[in-house]
């Protein structure tokens, strides 16, 4: 569970089986674990209006742990990119009263709650429990290009080169913390890199 | 009579200056000699001939340079000026507010005729002569709120207020201190003020949203803030960063005087008539030590509040790296006398 620091900075909570019938899970590597918790809670019959969207990590794991759950559908997805076309549809076309769990990194419940909040949903409507690597994706305030999976303080940006500090100041919209020039005063003050966020 | 527009810059060779006239009337930010936080909001009314408040919307002789200045940002730059798709309402309402004010406070300058939707809006100074139907975008070259704020000194941001609190969804933000509007965009009002320190824990904020969420049509209210910029340089945005950072290990003793710019916002917060969200003008003004120091009450009070800024301030407005040389540099100008209460010069 990250620090929570300042007031922009997303704070999370556990998910909770809400009142419902339809409830769609998005969730990424350990954020399966989050899910396999809350089903312990779960009323009878609750996942058989539930459809699980799940990242698998490089591990491949906690798959069997979630079809044992037996959701009304499952979905695997290699990545959050491939998933965003059918995830655009699903919310799209989402009934009133559909519940949304977004449970893993704090990348993926950033990318998926910009996804709902252009689809409408209210961000403080759905349930977010933070599970696994601390890693952040950053937009580079200089260039714009946003770098996935940042666990080091500062880090480079992927697209420009520069040298960033990653902030703790976060965008919703772009589901992204700021990285801006750690050295822009002087290029030659290069400070030691550090395992910030693993 | 009206303003003599200076030719001047903003950037590479820096000739921006303030005339005599302007010295005199610059918003100095400091009533005491130190300087904390405080929700230090007042009603936004007519001040003194001469000073800065002699109209509600200030044009001065920056005004042709600044927009200048600003096209060349803009040109660079798009994501500068930004508004989500609900502000369109409100960048009227914007249009009619600077419009009906310049055209108030300047009339040698702006003139606005009105024939029911049919507007007539002559800008002498940049050359405008447009009619367009208020209301029909296709009408203008740009969006209304990016048409007037390509004609109107300061930033702008225009602020949607619903759930109880005030949300950036649209702007010109082109002479910012250090924030960035395209990332900022949509925030509400906790979480764009997010990194500033201190404020917080001292319930700024709240106490400053109620204040805004309150304020009603026909009363605006303002606030001065302030922080520094070596060179006359409008855009400190953290886009840029990287390339006027430096600037700030430039600083020496020799150069203090016309490098270090004492920057000073004048925000001003208003209730828009059809969409009921708030405009908050911010508007620049920049005064270089040699000019400011001209006045000795401001070089002796600067001289104590920055010598005594708390080190967390000192950090947040990036003062931390030439701090010593200017504190060392104003000493000379403070023999320790007292200070007259109150912002003006003696």
Redesign the interface.
């Given at each position: 569970m990250a620090a929570k620091t300042?007031?922009?900075?997303p704070i999370y909570g556990t998910l909770s089986p809400q009142p419902g019938k339809h409830h769609l899970f998005i969730a990424d590597a350990e954020g399966a674990l989050a899910i396999v918790d809350m089903a312990k809670m779960a009323p009878p019959g609750f996942f058989g209006g539930a459809e699980i969207v799940f990242i698998p990590g490089l591990d491949g794991k906690h798959v069997a742990a979630l079809e044992a759950l037996k959701p009304a559908q499952f979905h695997l997805a290699p990545s959050f990119a491939s998933l965003l076309p059918r995830l655009k549809q699903t919310l799209g076309n989402a009934h009133m009263g559909l519940r949304l769990y977004l449970a893993g990194t704090e990348g993926l419940i950033g990318q998926a709650m910009q996804v709902a909040l252009e689809a409408g949903i209210d961000h403080t409507s759905m349930q977010t429990e933070h599970r696994g690597s601390l890693a952040r994706r950053m937009?580079c305030?200089?260039c714009?290009g946003i770098t996935e999976n940042v666990t080091t303080q500062p880090a480079t940006c992927s697209h420009c080169g520069?040298l960033l500090l990653v902030?703790?100041?976060y965008?919703?919209?772009?589901a992204a913390f700021?990285g801006?020039?750690i050295n822009?005063?002087?290029?030659s003050e290069i400070p030691p890199t550090e395992e910030a966020f693993p | 009579m009206g303003i003599t527009f200076r030719k001047e810059t903003f950037r590479d060779d820096f000739t921006f200056r303030n005339s005599p006239e302007h010295i005199r009337r610059f918003p100095f930010p400091f009533h005491e000699d130190a300087y904390m936080y405080a929700v230090n909001i007042e009603p936004h009314v007519v001040g003194p001939k001469g000073s800065v408040l002699e109209n509600l919307i200030d044009v001065d002789e920056h005004y042709v340079a600044e927009m200048q200045d600003r096209a060349l940002v803009l040109a660079e730059d798009p994501l500068r000026c930004q508004s989500l798709p609900h502000m369109t309402l409100a960048g009227w309402d914007l249009l009619e507010l600077l419009m009906e004010q310049q055209a108030l406070g300047y009339p040698e300058h702006f003139t606005l005729t009105r024939d029911g939707d049919r507007w007539r809006w002559i800008n002498r100074p940049l050359g405008i002569d447009d009619t367009f139907t208020f209301g029909d975008t296709s009408t203008l070259p740009y969006g209304p709120m990016e048409y007037i704020t390509r004609q109107s000194q300061g930033d702008f941001c225009i602020l949607d207020q619903r759930d109880g609190n005030l949300w950036m969804d649209a702007g010109m933000v082109t002479t910012q201190a250090d924030w960035s509007l395209d990332f900022d965009i949509g925030m509400n009002f906790f979480e764009w003020h997010a990194p500033v320190p201190l404020a917080h824990e001292k319930g700024i904020f709240t106490r400053a949203l109620k204040f805004l969420t309150n304020i009603q049509q026909g009363k605006p209210a303002r606030r001065l803030n302030w922080t520094m910029t070596i060179n006359p340089r409008l855009d400190t945005s953290p886009e840029n960063y990287h390339k006027w950072g430096p600037d700030r290990t430039t600083v020496t003793p020799e150069n203090v005087g016309d490098k270090v710019h004492l920057r000073v916002e004048l925000q001003s917060f208003w209730r828009l008539p059809r969409s009921n969200g708030i405009v908050f003008p911010i508007r620049c003004y920049l005064i270089k030590m040699d000019e400011l120091v001209t006045q000795p009450k401001w070089a002796r009070r600067l001289h104590r509040v920055i010598r005594d800024l708390p080190e967390e301030l000192a950090t947040y407005k990036g003062l931390t790296r030439y701090r010593p040389t200017l504190v060392e540099w104003l000493s000379k100008l403070d023999d320790g006398s007292p200070t007259s209460p109150g912002f003006g010069p003696d």
């Open positions: 300042i007031i922009s900075r937009q305030v200089h714009k520069l902030r703790d100041h965008s919703r919209r772009l700021q801006v020039c822009a005063e002087d290029r | -």
